[in-house]
């Protein structure tokens, strides 16, 4: 919940100065509702492409306050984030719910960005597998392999966001390799090594080219860092 309209669409120029010749990634900046309209407009016919922070999982209809994929789809949205742990922690959402809003994204072709990952107390337990297992089988259910490998997996280590700790290069390669593995099972090998897993938990320019180069780790969902266009902008190239 950051940037006013004006403030979202300098981010947006900026980030289209500082990457206007990168080709070798997929850019997607996901600012507010309320800055879509005119963030659309921003990056049209540039190499950024555009996402939402949510949808509903229902269509049109009685849900005072939500918005639908087709509601998105108006402003040329791409590309969704779901089940971000910020939602699951103080919105209450669940593995079934974010199931649902998946499958509507894929409905409406749109790309979900599905987010997992563990609490403190839950990785100081040992049971960050456990959690993992449990949120990428309930997050996935119901997706057929197709839809399931134009599915992004974003996994967010919890005690990491915004907290100035990342986990460690080990520490984010065996979490992203056991999330393809589960894939593996869900589905099969070709979907699991064709889907996208991106760490996301304090991403900074300092850290991002090695954590980019780990076999399991595909790319990046960047939250604070995305906050000024130089910062957001270093990672993206220090990536390549």
């Excluded at 980030?15 to 070798?24: F, H, P, S, T």
């Excluded at 509903?56 to 984030?81: C, D, P, Q």
């Excluded at 987010?115 to 119901?142: I, N, P």
């Amino acid at each position: 919940m950051n940037k006013t309209v004006a403030e979202a669409i300098d981010l947006v120029k900026g980030c289209k100065r500082e990457l206007a010749n990168v080709k070798e990634v997929d850019i997607v900046v996901c600012p507010p509702f309320t800055a879509l309209g005119e963030v659309s407009k921003a990056v049209l016919n540039s190499n950024i492409r555009l996402g939402a922070q949510n949808m509903s999982e229902h269509n049109y209809g009685a849900y005072t306050g939500e918005i639908a994929a087709g509601m998105l789809k108006e402003f040329s949205v791409r590309y969704v984030i779901l089940g971000h742990s910020e939602r699951r922690q103080f919105y209450s959402e669940t593995d079934q719910i974010v199931a649902k809003k998946a499958l509507a994204a894929h409905k409406a072709s749109l790309k979900p960005i599905v987010c997992v990952g563990e609490k403190l107390a839950e990785r100081e337990g040992d049971l960050t597998e456990k959690v993992l297992q449990t949120q990428v089988t309930g997050s996935l259910a119901g997706l057929t392999k197709e839809q399931a490998e134009e599915t992004i997996i974003a996994y967010e280590p919890v005690w990491a966001i915004g907290t100035g700790k990342t986990a460690t290069p080990a520490q984010a390669q065996e979490a992203h390799r056991f999330i393809r593995h589960l894939i593996v099972k869900m589905f099969d090998e070709t979907v699991a090594r064709r889907v996208r897993i991106q760490y996301g938990g304090s991403v900074k320019p300092g850290n991002a080219r090695e954590l980019m180069s780990l076999p399991d780790v595909d790319g990046a969902l960047v939250g604070g860092a995305s906050l000024e266009d130089r910062g957001f902008a270093d990672i993206i190239k220090n990536s390549i």
